[in-house]
């Protein structure tokens, strides 16, 4: 089995994808010539030449409204956004276009494309290139969102993404391009909806979905040193949610963290901890926690903005007020 | 067939329309979208363009009058054709189909009518002579809602805010600890919560469940002294009111009302809400009177009852001060013949109040008889309207429950009520010394309407000198 | 010009009269709420559609418009019953009750739809003309949109894609000279608009979009070009006779400019034309009227008489496969004991 890092497997997961269909077409800024902002897309344009990975201008809503077209009528593109923080100027195309394609038409036409870049916080980028946009996402019937916080994930959920015959959203990460892991050497696909279960624990249940997740293991080891023993759910999928892992989680645990890295209102994390709350309210011993990044934009000194975000700290602090091991209660 | 050319919604919000003016001549031929008429709609006057292209062969409501959205309003076709068949299949109502228009159309006109002049709705003037007032609703007199009484329903201050208020007693615990409580028959009461803000969370529940005889909560407790040879020692009284009336756990339950409850509410929020209503207290000295009752009772096979005495006193009173037994009427207060005095009992589901008339010619054993019928008969539900309606004065006694004082609301047609708290000891001082009194404290619910403050602590005054010397009731 | 082809001038009129009483249908069925919503009627600018449909293959070709949609969707050759049953909101309608005025669509006609977006086709229209290069088809697309959707970013962003990578596309703005209430010129910088293909080194040309032949001469050269990857700007110049959709009451403009314009209507301009050129025939006009009248009554009688959606099919047309939905539903799914 291959070690491979995030964006190796993600290139992978193209690669494949489209010596297997012709009819995949990745676009973008700089995935061409350039191979990539983050190295993605490297060599495909040597591979499969300039028909099918295409430089655009920097118009985001003109290329991802491009692409939605092209799926339309039959081509499977791949619209690479820089950054999903640029996503928001093609945010209508995906949301008006794209979402609302197969149900305005009465169920005669879809839109299969696949939207992907990196969300999320990264480093010293202050305040517009470092945000966790996946609610603007998930909220929006008629697209699915996945968000791979591993190697193997992040190649067999764009492979599923690509054939898909809905569009997709993909929540990559920036702090995640170079994670290595295992990804088997053979081909497989990663379900869409299903989350995973990384280490299993009859204490508490810790949720979350993209680089969260790796909080989520390191803050398990620090909570086994208290004897506790935690259970980690990576989502992997945002929509559809995968909510009976959770509840059987839950319903073990009696007790959950969920864990967003974007604000807390109206987000993932806050409508998975409603959900857990309404689902297990006779099981729950301790209100459902939430660690969310703190309310504000994203600051540029480095202290504040990893102030901001959520933490293993966070985390284990949280973990411990569900567990009543704080000692002092008011 | 020739073409029925309705009046169309030209705003979204429209419902009907005033022709303003034809723009178009009869026997005139026009292209679809050449101008019909000028409409004005609720918002501005529009442009009623043809829908078809053709002769316009009739034109059947004027300039000026008004149609409502589906109406029929001219008749295009061939030149020449006959209109009146089309005329006559759609006149009168809407164009097929075109109910929905209809429909907010009639509403509109309902909202117009009450601004029209109101010679035949001008409200009737309350009438005048001995009548009650016609506000006075038919309804059986039931006894009064203590307030404060223990089962109404209290809730405890929040200590975070007003939406997290829980009811009283129950502290706040985790829903897992409420159902490992209710499985293990723990009462949560009883349990000391280790979590934020004292909540009781799993591992209280387990601990309080694995300690040794450490369950028997108050509740559990009240129902095991209910057995007999039960050792378990019991707060409240098995037998008391209280543990009859609590005895059911709390439940989230939607209950509609029962006829009686809908009588009280309504009977009751009319009066507090009616009455301007307040309040004269005064603390009374038992001790005479229960040596009397001892001395009386003390030959009996019977007991009579505290209540036979105090309604004689309270009737004693009235006759003193008749002021207070009076009705108010709306334009006149009617001061009643006799002391027919009530007293509220409660009863599953709600309370009645049984009427013992003219106490003030009546013995205290007749009146201990009489009670003593009426009570059992409104347990039994069997009591008739005669028998509960139309008390002069009520008495509402919740002594018994250990309650200290309170207020009651006032009883129609009546205009004031006694509240009697528990008789207990209190030291008080006599003389130079201070004293343990058997004392009980009494208030007085007024309707102001009727009765005036100082009216109402003479009475107040007289009371409390009658039972503290029930001897004066002689004089 | 070619020279007068009678066959073509008499399609040429019927596809605009059957608009023409389509529309007016429309609004008199909008009038009696039959129809909800926002409905955009097209009464006035049936040249542009009727002559850019006249000179395309939809065999090969695809159209896409705004919201004012439903003279191109009836050009396109979709079925009038299914275009009036979707304004009604029944199940037989072209998109099963669920897009309603602005969102016509037939794939297999190749009308990609009506779109509420304002200028929101343009780049979707500019990708189904890559994947027609990219898949070599031949085809071009036909994207319409209004003088308001010019200034949006989306147009100028995909000309300049259009450009770039030589899409088979023509933009066709349909200057009806009041975006809403306000007149194009108070909002453009440039009082013509082919001069905006320039700024993109693309071919624009202005046309009269009131004359359905010159209408047809210039979609002819444009698709023309188009095919051979030279996407293409067309401003037709027209004018709408109805307000913006039903609730306008038109307070901007006045009768008498609508007035004038009618006297330079579309089909009178044909009629005109058919008439010098001694094609033109009183009996066969009544008689093409009296078709699209029949047709016209035909689809109303449809509408009517289609039932409405059952309620699970809200559930319907969202994903591909079995549907999935965040959270429990308390809605007709619940109640089926879903």
């Known amino acids: ?330 | 067939m020739a073409e029925p050319i309705f009046m169309i919604a030209l705003s979204p919000t429209m419902n009907e329309g005033v022709i303003a003016e034809w723009v178009a001549k009869e026997g005139q031929v026009l292209k679809s979208g050449d101008a019909l008429c000028e409409v004005e709609t609720d918002k501005a006057t529009m442009a009623y363009e043809s829908p078809v292209s053709g002769s316009l062969l009739k034109i059947l409501q004027p300039a000026g009058s008004t149609a409502a959205v589906g109406q029929l309003i001219a008749v295009m076709g061939k030149a020449g054709e006959d209109w009146q068949a089309t005329a006559a299949a759609h006149t009168g109502q809407a164009a097929p189909g075109a109910a929905a228009s209809a429909a907010p159309s009639q509403a509109a006109s309902a909202q117009v009518a009450p601004q029209a002049p109101a010679t035949a709705s001008t409200p009737s003037p309350v009438p005048s002579g001995s009548q009650p007032p016609s506000t006075q609703p038919a309804f059986p007199a039931l006894g009064p809602v203590a307030m404060g009484a223990p089962e109404a329903p209290a809730y405890a201050e929040s200590r975070i805010g007003g939406g997290n208020a829980l009811p009283a007693g129950l502290p706040p615990s985790s829903p897992l600890a409420r159902k490992l409580a209710k499985e293990k028959g723990v009462d949560l009461r009883s349990v000391r919560g280790s979590g934020p803000r004292g909540r009781v969370i799993a591992r209280d529940i387990e601990a309080h469940a694995a300690a040794p005889g450490g369950y028997a909560g108050a509740l559990s407790a009240a129902q095991a002294a209910a057995k007999p040879g039960s050792q378990a020692a019991s707060p409240v009284p098995a037998s008391s009111p209280a543990s009859r009336l609590s005895a059911k756990g709390l439940r989230s339950e939607r209950v509609p009302l029962s006829k009686m409850r809908s009588i009280i509410a309504s009977r009751l929020s009319q009066s507090y809400s009616g009455s301007p209503h307040y309040f004269v207290r005064v603390a009374i000295d038992m001790e005479r009177l229960l040596e009397l009752r001892a001395a009386i009772n003390a030959g009996r096979d019977k007991a009579l009852s505290l209540n036979a005495f105090v309604m004689k006193l309270v009737a004693a009173a009235l006759e003193r001060h008749p002021v207070i037994n009076a009705s108010w009427e709306g334009d006149a207060i009617r001061y009643l013949p006799s002391a027919d005095l009530g007293l509220a009992v409660a009863l599953e589901g709600g309370l009645i109040t049984p009427v013992v008339r003219s106490c003030e010619l009546r013995g205290i054993e007749d009146i201990d008889g009489e009670l003593g019928t009426l009570v059992a008969k409104a347990r039994a539900g069997a009591l008739k309207p005669e028998e509960y309606g139309g008390a002069s004065f009520t008495i509402s006694n919740l002594g018994s429950f250990g309650v200290e004082e309170f207020t009651a609301i006032i009883n129609p047609p009546g205009s004031a009520i006694l509240a009697l708290g528990a008789v207990s000891k209190e030291a008080v001082v006599v003389g130079d010394d201070i004293v343990a009194r058997r004392i009980m404290h009494a208030t007085l619910s007024s309707d102001h309407r009727v009765i005036d403050g100082a009216q109402a602590a003479a009475f107040m005054a007289e009371l409390k000198a009658l039972f503290e010397e029930p001897a004066r009731a002689l004089m | 010009m070619s020279a007068p082809d009678a066959k073509l001038y008499w399609k040429l009129r019927a596809d605009m009269v059957f608009m023409r009483l389509f529309e007016e249908k429309a609004g008199q069925m909008y009038g009696l709420r039959k129809i909800g919503g926002f409905c955009h009627l097209y009464n006035g600018q049936e040249a542009v559609a009727a002559g850019f449909s006249s000179a395309m293959d939809m065999a090969k070709d695809y159209v896409l418009t705004g919201y004012r949609d439903h003279g191109h969707a009836l050009a396109a050759g979709m079925d009038p019953k299914a275009i009036m049953a979707e304004l009604f909101g029944k199940i037989s309608g072209c998109s099963r009750g669920k897009g309603g005025s602005m969102h016509m669509f037939d794939a297999q006609k190749h009308f990609l739809g009506g779109n509420g977006i304002v200028g929101a086709q343009i780049p979707v229209a500019t990708g189904v003309a890559f994947a027609q290069k990219y898949e070599k088809t031949g085809g071009a697309t036909v994207v319409y949109f209004g003088d308001g959707a010019i200034h949006q970013g989306a147009f100028h962003e995909a000309l300049n894609l259009a450009k770039i990578w030589a899409l088979p596309v023509v933009f066709v703005c349909e200057n009806n000279q009041w975006g809403m209430g306000t007149s194009w010129k108070r909002v453009s910088a440039v009082d013509d608009f082919s001069l905006m293909a320039s700024a993109y080194g693309i071919r624009g040309e202005l046309v009269d979009g009131m004359n359905v032949l010159t209408v047809r001469d210039a979609a002819q050269r444009a698709l023309a070009d188009a095919r051979q990857g030279k996407p293409v700007l067309i401003e037709a110049r027209t004018y709408r006779y109805k307000g913006h959709s039903m609730s306008d009451p038109q307070k901007y403009r006045t009768r008498e400019e609508v007035e004038e314009y009618k006297k330079q209507d579309p089909i009178l301009i044909l009629e005109d034309a058919m008439k010098q050129a001694k094609l033109w025939d009183d009996a066969k006009a009544a008689s093409q009227d009296a078709e699209a009248e029949k047709l016209v009554a035909e689809s109303v009688a449809f509408a009517e008489a289609s039932p409405e959606p059952a309620l699970h099919t809200l559930y319907e047309d969202i994903y591909a496969g079995e549907a999935f939905f965040m959270a429990p539903s308390s809605g007709p799914a619940a109640q089926a004991g879903k």
Not at chain 1, 22 to 41: C, F, H, I, R, T
Not at chain 1, 69 to 98: C, K, S
Not at chain 1, 300 to 313: D, I, T
């Open chain 1, 1 to 330: 089995m291959a070690q491979l890092t995030y964006r190796d497997a993600l290139n992978r997961a193209m690669d494949e994808e489209m010596a297997r269909d012709p009819k995949v077409v990745l676009m973008g800024e700089e995935v061409a010539e350039y191979d990539g902002a983050y190295k993605v897309s490297r060599g495909l344009l040597a591979k499969y030449g300039p028909e099918r990975v295409l430089d655009t201008p920097i118009t985001e809503l003109g290329f991802t409204g491009l692409g939605v077209g092209a799926a339309m009528v039959g081509l499977r593109p791949i619209v690479e956004w820089m950054t999903h923080n640029f996503a928001l100027l093609a945010i209508d195309q995906v949301v008006n276009e794209a979402a609302k394609t197969r149900h305005m038409s009465g169920g005669q036409l879809s839109a299969p494309i696949v939207f992907r870049g990196p969300n999320g916080p990264a480093e010293y980028l202050s305040s517009q290139h470092s945000q966790a946009l996946a609610s603007y996402w998930a909220h929006i019937p008629g697209i699915r969102v996945v968000a791979p916080a591993f190697p193997a994930d992040a190649y067999g959920l764009l492979k599923s993404a690509i054939r898909d015959p809905d569009p997709v959203v993909v929540l990559e990460a920036e702090m995640l391009y170079g994670f290595k892991g295992e990804v088997p050497d053979e081909e497989f696909l990663t379900p869409i909806g299903k989350a995973a279960v990384l280490r299993e624990g009859s204490d508490i249940t810790l949720v979350s979905f993209g680089k969260p997740v790796h909080m989520l293991l390191l803050a398990a080891t620090e909570l086994e040193k208290l004897g506790v023993q935690a259970e980690v759910i990576d989502l992997r999928s945002l929509r559809p949610l995968d909510e009976g892992t959770i509840m059987a989680s839950v319903a073990k645990t009696k007790r959950a963290v969920v864990v967003d890295e974007s604000w807390p209102a109206a987000s993932m994390g806050s409508y998975v901890a409603q959900r857990i709350s309404f689902e297990r309210f006779d099981l729950l011993d301790a209100p459902v926690e939430f660690v969310s990044s703190e309310d504000v934009p994203m600051p540029y000194n480095h202290a504040l903005e990893l102030a901001v975000q959520p933490s293993v700290e966070k985390i284990v602090a949280a973990a411990k007020r569900a567990l009543y091991l704080e000692e002092s209660h008011g």
